[in-house]
T-cell receptor, first 114, second 116 residues
Framework: GAGVSQSPSNKVTEKGKDVELRCDPI?????LYWYRQSLGQGLEFLIY????????KSGLPSDRFSAERTGGSVSTLTIQRTQQEDSAVYLC????????????FGPGTRLTVT | GQSLEQPSEVTAVEGAIVQINCTYQ??????LSWYQQHDGGAPTFLSY????GLEETGRFSSFLSRSDSYGYLLLQELQMKDSASYFC?????????????????FGTGTRLQVTL
């Protein structure tokens, strides 16, 4: 079966522009996570969706960041008024059961803000 | 909050054994995971320890001591393809509206270089 997919794979944008990053989780996976990884760094948790519950937004770095998950499947991470410090790889992961540990990651979107 | 410490880099020769340590400080702890990430690739799950002791999966083993807030990943019979970054991560459970949620807090990673 297909794994987690993300689009675009690369995005270059000018400072101040808005960007949307998309994640298609593995079919049937109820939990979806967004992480950010700066060059040579670990993964920074951003937001988490589980089923129809309210998302855990505790990792979002500012109110310029938002995410939604429509129909319990596809998710979009939106960054408004991008800044250079937003440049990073944005990774999406999904799991079938939230209590299980193994997360399946997508290939990521490399965002460059110029 | 959660914090994890791992060595930033480790170098070992092909065929050798290497141990990557991870110490953590958490407000709530429900398990230690390990992920592998090759350059430019996505992290992939390696192992998970919820209880003390050693978990073995082929050439890779993972150990946890909850009393010491410490774990390690052991890689045996190193191969060149094992050159990658290895991340430990702690899982915590927090109350959610209708169930339990689990998110991972990752360490900054250990870059393993396997040489001939």
């Amino acid at each position: 079966g297909a794994g987690v997919s993300q689009s675009p794979s690369n995005k270059v944008t000018e400072k101040g522009k808005d960007v949307e990053l998309r994640c298609d989780p593995i079919s049937g996976h109820t939990a979806l996570y967004w992480y950010r990884q700066s060059l040579g760094q670990g993964l920074e948790f951003l937001i988490y969706f589980q089923g129809n519950s309210a998302p855990d937004k505790s990792g979002l770095p500012s109110d310029r960041f938002s995410a939604e998950r429509t129909g319990g499947s596809v998710s979009t991470l939106t960054i408004q008024r991008t800044q250079q410090e937003d440049s990073a790889v944005y990774l999406c992961a999904s799991t079938h059961t939230p209590g299980l540990d193994e997360q399946y990651f997508g290939p990521g979107t490399r965002l460059t803000v110029t | 909050g959660q914090s994890l410490e791992q060595p930033s880099e480790v170098t070992a020769v092909e065929g050798a054994i290497v141990q990557i340590n991870c110490t953590y400080q958490t407000s709530g702890f429900y398990g230690l995971s390990w992920y592998q990430q090759h350059d430019g690739g996505a992290p992939t799950f390696l192992s998970y320890n919820a209880l003390d002791g050693l978990e073995e999966t082929g050439r890779f083993s993972s150990f946890l001591s909850r009393s010491d807030s410490y774990g390690y990943l052991l890689l045996q019979e190193l191969q060149m393809k094992d050159s990658a970054s290895y991340f430990c991560a702690v899982r915590d459970l927090q109350g959610f509206m209708t169930g339990t949620a689990s998110k991972l807090t990752f360490g900054t990673g250990t870059r393993l270089q396997v040489t001939l």
